[in-house]
């Protein structure tokens, strides 16, 4: 058992996943969580085993927006602290817009899945972060800067006020708050195969360095805000989104 644990959400694939990777290769005991049990298993087995280090990564299946289903994730804890809470979940939610309630049903399923999920998992943890030194990251999303993704826009938003309420809440227990917001990102599944090669060549061309994202990327981000190196950064937004938003 490593003597640092980190929860990451959304760890099942993609950025989550990249993310539990490179924290437990950190040396971190990493919990992932989230809703589809197979591919949970999947990734904490790989990684286990690319790193040799049975038990390294856990999981636990929980819908995040259910209060129920988070306490449990807080009992899986078992009582040990937390250095790091990543909240990784998240999507982008459609739906008819041509009601009002239509308009109100993906407005809820939206600030649902991208706020309400990372405020219950940081509350339900919050009693155990580590005190001095517990890390508390959000992952959120270009769309939250630029625009353009409607109510998921408007969800990645709210996590950033809401980082900066909850930094200078916890700061005085030399806990940090930051938010990661990536920008264009292959090999998710955020876009659901709905990407054409016209949409993914301007995302590209909208960068300064030429490249898409990885899930890597982002990984490396989170890797530095979880560590050591970076008690003294709270309370901010890191693009890391190739020069496609400069820097706010």
Same mark, same amino acid.
């Given at each position: 058992?490593?003597? +640092?644990? $980190?929860?990451?959400?959304? *760890? %099942?694939?993609? /950025?989550?996943?990249?993310?539990?990777?490179?924290?437990?290769?950190? @040396?971190?005991?990493?919990?992932?969580?989230?809703?589809?049990?197979?591919?949970?298993?999947?990734?904490?087995?790989?990684?286990?085993?690319?790193?040799?280090?049975?038990?390294?990564?856990?999981?636990?299946?929980?819908?995040?927006?259910?209060?129920?289903?988070?306490?449990?994730?807080?009992?899986?804890?078992?009582?040990?602290?937390?250095?790091?809470?990543?909240?990784?979940?998240?999507?982008?939610?459609?739906?008819?817009?041509?009601?009002?309630?239509?308009?109100?049903?993906?407005?809820?399923?939206?600030?649902?899945?991208?706020?309400?999920?990372?405020?219950?998992?940081?509350?339900?943890? +919050?009693? $155990?972060?580590?005190?001095? *030194? %517990?890390?508390? /990251?959000?992952?959120?999303?270009?769309?939250?800067?630029?625009?353009? @993704?409607?109510?998921?826009?408007?969800?990645?938003?709210?996590?950033?006020?809401?980082?900066?309420?909850?930094?200078?809440?916890?700061?005085?227990?030399?806990?940090?708050?930051?938010?990661?917001?990536?920008?264009?990102?292959?090999?998710?599944?955020?876009?659901?195969?709905?990407?054409?090669?016209?949409?993914?060549?301007?995302?590209?061309?909208?960068?300064?360095?030429?490249?898409?994202?990885?899930?890597?990327?982002?990984?490396?981000?989170?890797?530095?805000?979880?560590?050591?190196?970076?008690?003294?950064?709270?309370?901010?937004?890191?693009?890391?989104?190739?020069?496609?938003?400069?820097? +706010?």
């Amino acid at each position: 058992m490593g003597e +640092r644990l $980190a929860v990451v959400s959304g *760890g %099942g694939t993609g /950025i989550g996943a990249a993310i539990a990777r490179v924290l437990a290769v950190d @040396g971190f005991d990493v919990l992932v969580v989230g809703r589809r049990e197979e591919a949970l298993r999947a990734t904490t087995a790989r990684i286990s085993w690319d790193i040799a280090r049975p038990g390294a990564v856990r999981a636990v299946v929980a819908d995040l927006a259910d209060p129920e289903q988070v306490s449990r994730v807080a009992e899986t804890v078992e009582g040990r602290a937390v250095d790091a809470v990543i909240n990784n979940a998240g999507s982008y939610r459609g739906g008819d817009s041509g009601t009002l309630a239509g308009v109100a049903h993906q407005w809820r399923a939206n600030l649902d899945a991208n706020v309400l999920t990372a405020v219950l998992l940081t509350e339900a943890l +919050r009693p $155990a972060l580590r005190r001095p *030194g %517990g890390r508390v /990251i959000l992952v959120s999303s270009i769309a939250a800067q630029q625009g353009g @993704g409607g109510p998921y826009s408007a969800a990645k938003a709210a996590l950033h006020g809401w980082a900066y309420d909850l930094a200078a809440q916890l700061g005085p227990e030399q806990i940090t708050v930051n938010v990661v917001s990536p920008g264009y990102v292959t090999d998710t599944e955020f876009f659901g195969g709905r990407m054409t090669p016209q949409g993914h060549t301007r995302r590209v061309a909208a960068t300064l360095v030429g490249r898409a994202g990885t899930p890597d990327d982002i990984a490396e981000a989170v890797r530095y805000l979880a560590g050591p190196a970076a008690g003294y950064v709270t309370g901010q937004v890191l693009g890391v989104n190739g020069g496609s938003v400069l820097g +706010r």
